[in-house]
Each structure stands twice: as C-alpha cells, then as structure tokens.
C-alpha cells in the first residue's frame, strides 16, 4: 500500500498528545487476536480427549466418557453392520439409524482425532434436542435409561437388536412367601441399573444386603392377600437376583424428600463402595451364571457436585486399553494456552505453582485480582482448582502468596494480589514474554509430543498404535507398575487429568459424592492388540474420515500460526523525506511510506529481499534500515536494524505496527539525523510579537542552547530577549532555570509554548515573582458588513481575563467598523458567546476563531432561542427567527414574544420542541412553567405551531361529511 504525504500529512497538533509519555517504538501497540478463529487445541500429553459443554450438559459429557471407556460397548458399535446402519449406498429402504451412527462417529472422534475436545452436538441433535435442551441440566441416571432405550430402539429389526441388552440388562424376582401356607407368588423383572438406597446404609454392600438379601415381613396393616389362603395374612417379601449382566450399574438414590420440611434434599451421609464386588451373596438360589462371571471390578465413577437443584457432573474412569498416557497427578504438569503474541498453537506446561499462579496473573489486569477471581481462572484456564492440585503440599493460596512475597503483593484484608516485578536466574521476566517456554519446567509428555514425525500428523495417523507405543514408551516418570496396570483419570468436560485411585475414597460423602457406579466383570479380557491403540476396531471408513479431519486440523493450525505470525509494518522512504524544523517530515505530494505484510518468521535476509522488491528506485546505497517512531514533530529514528541476516524478524525486535525507515545511514539533505532516544523531539509553541510558530528540539537540549537556538530561528538577539514557559494561567520567566538544564529537566513536553519578548517591553508587565500575566492570540473575523465581497480578519492578542464585549470592541476596531451595537461574538463552530463572560469562562482558546455576526449578544443568564412558523400541515411557512429571553420567563410569555415578534394576530397559536434532527417534537402544554423547569437551553430551536393545543385526555380526529342522495 502507497501513501502520499497531501493525503496523509503529519498533523502535528492531532498527535500532540497521544505521544505524552509513550517510550514505546511501535505505535500500533499489541495485535487484537480476538478477531482470529483459533483452531481447536492439540491434545494435551495425556493423549486423552475431552467433550464440549454445550451449556449445561455435564451429565451428558459423563455419561458418554464412561461409555466410550467401556470396550465391550465401543466394540460392540464399531461392529454395527453398515447395511443395517441404512449407511449402504444401494440400500435406500433400510432407515438411517441416527442415534447408534452419530455416537460411534463421536467415539471415533475421541479416539482419534488431534483435538482436545470434541462437540456433541450432532448426537443431540440426532436426540431431536434444540438449544433450550442443551441449556437445562437434566439427571444422568435418567439419561443413561432413555439413551439406551433410544439406542435400542434404532437397532430394532436388525441383528444387533440386543446389543444393549446383552451387555447392560439383568433380570431379578420379586416373590412374596405366605407365612400361613408357604405359598411363594414371583414376579420376574428386567433390570438396566440397580438403583440402591443411600439413606440407612454404609457402604454398597449393605444397601445390596437390604435390598437383595434381607427379608421384609409384611403384617399388621400391610398385611398380604393370599389367594390360597383366600385372607390377608403375614407375609415375607423380597428381591432376588437372578441374571447379571457383563456391565452392572448403580444408581445411588442420593435425592430425597423431608416430609417435614416438605422440600428436597440430598443425602451427603458417607456411603462407601468397594473396587472389587463380589455378586454371589446376592444371587437367587444360584441362578446366576458362573462364580467367575459374579466378581466385579469397578470401572468408572459420576460424580455429583452441588445440591438436589442444581450442580455439575464429571467422572472418574479406569482406562482399562491404555489409551491413555498417566502420570502420577502430583508430577503432571498443568497446561494453559501460549499467548497468541508468541505466534505458535501450543500450550506451556507448569509443574511450579509459583509460575503457573504468575503466568495467569500476567495474563489479567496489572493491578492484579481478587483471589477468589484468580482461583476461578485457575480452574478455568487449567481444569484443576488449587486445593486439588496444590493444597496437600503447599497449603492454602493464601498462605501461599503470603509466603512467597518476593513474587506476589498479597493485601490478606482485601483478598487482593497482584504480581511483583522480579528478576529470576531461570527466567527474567515471566511476565514480559510468556510464550518463552525455556523459563517454565517442561515435562516430557511435551518432547514426546514434539518427537512424533510431521508426517504421521499429515497422514492422519495421529491415533496410532504405533505412535502411542512410542509415547507411552518414552515416559521417564511412569513406573513399571503404572505402566502394566490399567488407571484412573478424571474427565470433567474437556478437561482431563491423571488421579490416582485412591481419591475415589474422596467421593464417598459430602456435596461432592458419587452418584453412578460402573462395574464390570473381571473375567472380561481384552485383546493384546487393542493395548494402547485407539484405531483398534475402528471402522475402515470411519477411520479415513478421522484421517481428513485431522489432516485439516493441521492445516488449520498451521494456517492460524501464518495469521499470529503476520505482522504490517510500515516502510518509510528516506528519499521522499526532509529534515525541517528540527524533524523528519515527508516531502509535499511524495509517496513516503509502503505498507509491508510479512511471517515475523522469516530471517532479516528475507525481508530485506522484500524490501527490494517493493521499494525499487527508492532504496538508497548502502541500503539501512532503522528502526522509527511518529511523534507530533515527526518521525524519529532509533537503533539500526542488525546486519545478521541470519535472525529472525521477531528477534530484531519487529513486531506488528513497526515502522521501518529506509535510507543510506548517513544523511538527508545534506542534514545530519539525530538517531537515539536522547534524541527525541520534543515539539514546543513559539511565540513573538503576536506570531506563533511550531519547531522540534532534541530532548537532550540544554536551555542555554535552546535560548540559541530560538535567537537564531527568529534572528533576534538573545540577550535582549527574555524567555518564559507559556502556561495556562501565567507564563513563567526561564531567568530561575540554569541553563544547562535539559527539557525534560525543565519538564517541557510536546505542545508547551515558549513567550519570547523583548525586555524594555516588559517594565510594567512583570512582577517580582517572575510571572507575566498571561496573553493569547485569537483570528477576529467580521460578518457584520453582509455587502463586503472579502470578508475582514485579524489576530488580536488577548488576555483571558477580558470580557467577551471587550474583544468584540477591539475586533470593530481593528476591522475599522464601528457597529458596536447589534453585534455579537460567535465561536467558529456556531455557539453564540455572552457578552459578560471572561473569555476564559467562554471557551475560547490560543489562535480560537471567532466571528462578529449581527444580533442581540446575550448576558447573564438570557438565552437565544430560534424558532420559525409552522402552518395546520406542520408546514415551515416562515424564515428561521431568534428571540433573546431571560431563562426565567415562562413559556406562554415566550410564545406571546414570538407571535408579536412575528407580525400574527389572534390566540390561536402554541409551541413545539425540536426533534435532534431539527423535526416539530412535543407540545409545550405546560405554559405557565419557565423556560429552564421546561429544559429550554441556550440557542434551543422551537417551532410556533398555528392552532389549539389537544387537552390532556383528549385526540384529535378528521371528519367529513358523506352526502348519500
């Protein structure tokens, strides 16, 4: 992109003051990378995948991280014949079983796509759910019967009718014994879960007891009917089991209703369960199948956290294939995004609290954050809280952050903390550079990561047997024994995290307790070659999808790192500049600027080739570039760009909004350049008789050469001259300063103004402080003389005391029209100004443009009102007017003045407010209130309406007459 100096030219006053203060080289500041879609994330070192949140449906993520770990199932779906699936091509009659489809396509996904989570969004819409659905928290024990049920359903009249069935449903007996005949009355059931009671019961041992093993006698007013005894009679009654599945589960009846309190409630009471179940003491005279085929082992756990009206669901679950890479959760480092500055799609890995804590508080407000808030964040950007992760071995966060006080500025009373500024051996700045990944403690699922081949990721083998042999392989940390033996990991949403199995035990009472049980039969055994291979049994087609998908997730990522790694920066052409004023300035009607996008990848050889290319006939011998910033005097130059072509641009210190300056180094013009930060200018008013003029000096300028410098811009002498600041409300004579003092010293900054005045003009001016009462120069322009072709302007000094009729005055004057009646003062923008006020009070400013225009100049608190007429249509029939009245006449008397002042005769007339875009508003009914309590400003528009006002209550109607012959 070319820009021409006409069309951009450097305003020197608009950049006045967005410069103050700003020691930063590039402009543009940090990249908004909010506006870039972010591909989703690799997975993390765990291998293992999480589910969205759609909103609300943790229970549903549970449910299906617990139904994707359970191979028989997954194995079982997999196996799905396509023809019955209606997914045959040639088999248009057989109908598209959505539910069955959908979720293996989901398990596919979780097993082999390259993402750390995945969306469920097509299995509920497959539900027939909307949105409204997905927002509403329902019970995961409910879904699991209506999931299944649903499933079962969609394979009906097919040969995997059973599929649920065979894996998930058992039978058991109600019978009722008379204890009068011994007559036994059964009634066979079908069971998907065992729902056990947890009010009354200990463990899951004794509430199978109760349920399955205890008898209940029946008598008293719950006696039983006994057909053979043809009476109600005392009876024994009980439940049995009879079949157990491959998968049992328990549902633990946790809600419950106080018919006291006549409210819901959960029971938090302990209710223990153990890893290993043995199922025989519940079985029903040996009916079940085989002692082997009785012992279970548990396999997952869904947690409930919150009360009976509301809370979150996550899981714990046995990864029985070793799909997963554990490592023990006290060793697991914790990962957050890289801050997109970095340019890279990855993630930094923290096994230090003292990092992680600092690297998400640099990550918010440098003021810092409430603790609270920084723990949600925790748990938000991590997945993990403190008090999981940390507590056990560091304590609590607060003790925490008051302990390392050389880090974190903790305010215990406001439960405030903020980061500290430090210089660490092992990482200088945590918070200047968050994506250098050599300062944080990496763990080695990191490098395992790394070491996989581009070429698995392109060829979508991502999923691997292979590949996860070699990452589960390389693991340093894990023992042999975690390395042979199936374990646990914690799925909430789409985090996931290693835990070890004893915090299972954690989940027996509490607000937090166990809600569903998932068992599985020990005789279950898996294939060798589905150990650590989570393409084992996946559909070919399936598989090739996966492929595509993780292809294109690479190309995503790889697209995102080229949108994070672009940068614009701006190349300006030393050929079209001049040195003038004390700045760099582009030359008039010069292309002096290009606008480049590069990869901040690329080496400084690769831009200076560019630089070629684009710049052609302006690049200058030898070619240097230097490293510039705008001021308000103009463009200044920094430290040369390195001639390593070697280095990259982002370690040349190039970033997005950089402006390069394109020259030979040496001079422009014939005009050495000051170059460096001592160097910058500094733009400063100078004022002398009544003429103001804008120059740059070099910060470093002492006052003594600065006094110099301004005799010999305006070749004056300058021991004649007297020098003071140019303040607000005085100027302040430099006479005090010594003279070797630099502008900073003197606190000079961009826009201050320099008075320089002769010292016999100054006998009465000064007094003994050294202050001299403040002047202004204002443009005058006289609109009073409609016949003069060119109309008159001059600049009067001003002092900001004078009253705005005395500067009218002086502008008749000098204007040589002496109308001195009739005449007010008006800014440039229209405000008409009173004539009482100071001009300070006023508004006006130095070099303010004012305009003498005819009409009656308001005092005190009079105001101008404009207003015209309007006819019965609303139609404009006269010229805009203006009346000038006090605020505290009423409205009746104002409409009285306008309808006098018009010429009209007659009562019949009122007044309307003006919209914002100048059109007929409200009535003003409330004619006897002032003009003030009706909100009627200075220089207000009002039309004057003829006719009546409408009462309150009443409307207004047209009618006409119909004459039927």
Known sequence: MLWNSSSNIFNMLELLFDCENDTNVHQNGPRDFSKIVSPPRPRPGHSLCGVQNQGSTCYLSSLIQTLLFTPELRDSLFDLDDKDMGLMKNNSNNKERKIPIQLRKLFAEMLMSDQESVSTTDLTDSFGWNQSEEREQHDVQELNRILFSAIEESLAGTKDHELIRKLYHGNLVNRITCLSCGFVSERKEDFLDLPVIVAGNTDLINGLVNSYVAMETMDGHNQYWCDCCNKLVNADKDAKLTSLPPILTFSLLRFNFDYQQMERFKEIGKFAFPVSLDMSNFCYQNTCTSTEQLEYELFSVIIHRGSCHGG???????????????????????????????????????????????????????????????????????????????????????????????????????????????????????????????????????AVNESQSQT????????????NAIAIGQSEQVSSRHQSSAQWFEFNDSNVRSIHESQIEKMFSGKESAYMLFYRQKSLTRPLEAKGDPSYNVPPALAEVMGKLNKELQKQRELYEEQLNSITIQLHLGTNYQYSEGALKPRPESVYFLELTIDRRKTLEDLRIIVLEVAG???????????????????????????????????????????????????????????????????????????????????????????????????????????????????????????????????LKNGDGILIQKRQELKGDHNTSGSLKETMVVSVEDRTNQIQQQLMEVEIQADKDMLVEELKKM?????????????????????????????????????????????????????????????????????????????TETIQSCLECMVKQTGLKGSRYYLKSSTWCGEPGSDLTEVDKTLADCQIKHQDFLFLVEGSITPKGFISLIYGWILVS
């Open 312 to 446: 979150h669901y996550y899981a714990y679950i046995k990864d029985i294939d070793h799909l997963g890479k554990w490592t023990p959760p006290e060793e697991e480092p914790i990962q957050i995004m890289m801050d997109p500055e970095t340019g890279q799609v990855d993630t930094i890995e923290y096994d230090n609290p003292i990092e992680l804590l600092q690297a998400v508080l640099s990550q918010g407000d440098p003021d810092g954050m409430a603790v609270d808030k920084l723990c949600g964040l925790l748990v938000k950007q991590t997945g993990v809280s403190w008090n999981k992760r940390f507590k056990k071995q560091y304590g609590s966060i607060h003790k925490f952050l008051a302990k390392y006080d050389d880090k974190f500025r903790f305010d215990s009373k406001e439960n405030w903390v903020k980061l500290k500024q430090y210089s660490d051996s092992g990482c200088s700045s945590i918070t200047k550079d968050r994506g250098d990944t050599n300062c944080h403690s990496q763990s080695s699922t990191m």
């Open 617 to 747: 006939e302006f690049v200058m011998v030898p070619m240097v570039l230097h490293m510039s910033k705008e001021f308000p005097a103009g463009l200044h130059l920094y430290h040369m760009i390195p001639e390593d072509n070697t280095m990259t641009i982002k370690d040349a210190g190039i970033v997005n909004g950089s402006i390069l300056f394109l020259w030979n180094g040496q001079r422009i013009d014939n005009e050495t350049i000051p170059i460096g930060a001592d160097k910058e200018p500094i733009l400063l008013s100078l004022t002398i008789n009544d003429r103001t003029i804008y120059w740059a000096f070099s910060k470093d300028t002492t006052l003594g050469e600065l006094k110099v410098m301004i005799s010999d811009i305006f070749n004056i002498d300058v021991q004649l001259h007297k020098f003071f600041r140019h303040g607000e409300k005085e100027s302040t004579s430099f006479d005090l300063c010594n003279d070797s003092s630099s502008l900073p010293e003197l606190a």
């Open 811 to 887: 502008g008749l004057e000098k204007g040589y029209n002496d109308a001195a009646s009739e005449c007010r003062l008006c800014l440039n923008n229209g405000n008409i100004l009173h004539d009482d006020l100071t001009l300070k009070d006023a508004g006006i400013m130095p070099h303010s443009a004012i305009i003498i225009q005819k009409g009656v100049a308001p005092v005190g608190k009079q105001i101008v009102i404009s207003y015209s007429l309007l006819d019965k249509d609303l139609k404009e029939s006269t010229e805009k007017q203006e009346v000038v009245l006090d605020q």
């Open 456 to 467: 698995d990721r392109d060829s979508g083998d991502w999923c691997s047997g292979k590949v």
